[in-house]
């Protein structure tokens, strides 16, 4: 009988850590989302990765796709990605398409109207047109 009251205490116990570190590693709640209903406008001037992205300490993204199709990608764009890159490697058009937002480094200008899948970040002038997944 206190083998029983033993173990179903450990058990408890491995539970209730179990899931107070889900909660401690997954701090998504402390921001405001950043997803399809959300209207944003703002200055990004930091990214941080955690299960996703987070501008600004500010607001939770969780992740995007690069909608713009063609050769005539903003000059600015092949530099932004070289710069994650080994010194001779060559950035090609397969590169272009699977650009995101966290491969392009800040500042830069976020917008999105509510209800609605398509962000847009602006920079050097350019804008380069994103379908959120969140």
Request: hydrophobic content about 40%.
């Amino acid at each position: 009988m206190g083998v029983k009251i033993i173990v179903a205490s450990f058990l408890i116990f491995i539970l209730g850590f179990v899931v107070y570190s889900c909660n401690y590693f997954d701090n998504r709640q402390n921001y405001k989302p950043l997803n399809a209903s959300t209207e944003v406008q703002l200055t990004v001037l930091k990214i941080k990765t955690e299960n996703g992205f987070i501008f600004n300490n500010q607001f939770y993204f969780g992740g995007d796709r690069f909608l713009q199709i063609g050769k005539d990608h903003p000059i600015w764009l092949k530099d932004e990605l070289a710069k994650n890159r080994k010194e001779n490697e060559i950035i090609d058009e397969e590169d272009l398409l699977n650009v995101v937002i966290a491969n392009i480094s800040p500042p830069f200008d976020l917008y999105k109207k509510a209800n609605s899948n398509v962000m847009y970040l602006v920079k050097n002038n350019d804008s380069l047109k994103f379908k959120i997944y969140w």
